[in-house]
């Protein structure tokens, strides 16, 4: 189309981007990589794309937490959760976060939801078990606990 159509309200052929980026697969890489400074960008560059992407919601709040944005992964993980109320994940991650911040009832919440419905994957079985002891231990009046489950 001509630059005079155009100037007339015609439209312009769009040409079809030769490679359409992949913002989550940049920011996962971007952590293995441990750039953990810029992952974040590109998971609000996917969350344009994909808002209600239960997934890129949870990778963007451990992305956060690991900078030290911890309102920020709160939020993440909230919204992760309105998305997709059985994330496991993002409710493990949240009710840690909610430990640091002093919240226990919340934390406590968070951890009881994590377990109703635990990951069924053998490798989280240290994640469950640190779960199922910072939970009793919370239960049973304690407030020094970790926030890493054991190796």
Do not use: C
């Not at 996917?46 to 709040?61: E, G, S, Y």
């Not at 451990?62 to 997709?84: C, F, H, K, P, Q």
């Not at 490798?123 to 304690?142: D, I």
């Amino acid at each position: 189309m001509s630059w005079w159509s155009r100037l007339l309200g015609g439209q312009s052929k769009k040409r079809p981007s030769s490679r359409q980026v992949d913002y989550l697969s940049e920011a996962i890489a971007l952590e293995r990589q441990g750039d953990f400074d810029a992952a974040p960008t590109s998971y609000r560059l996917a969350l344009r794309d994909r808002p209600n992407d239960p997934r890129i919601l949870q990778n963007i709040a451990i992305a956060y937490s690991r900078t030290g944005l911890m309102e920020d992964a709160i939020r993440s993980y909230r919204r992760a959760l309105e998305v997709a109320p059985e994330l496991s994940g993002a409710h493990y991650g949240l009710a840690f976060l909610l430990l640091k911040r002093g919240d226990l009832a919340g934390a406590m919440s968070h951890l009881d939801a994590f377990l109703s419905n635990p990951p069924a994957n053998g490798e989280m079985e240290r994640w469950v078990r640190h779960a199922e002891q910072t939970l009793a231990t919370l239960r049973a009046g304690g407030t020094s606990v970790s926030a890493e489950p054991p190796l």
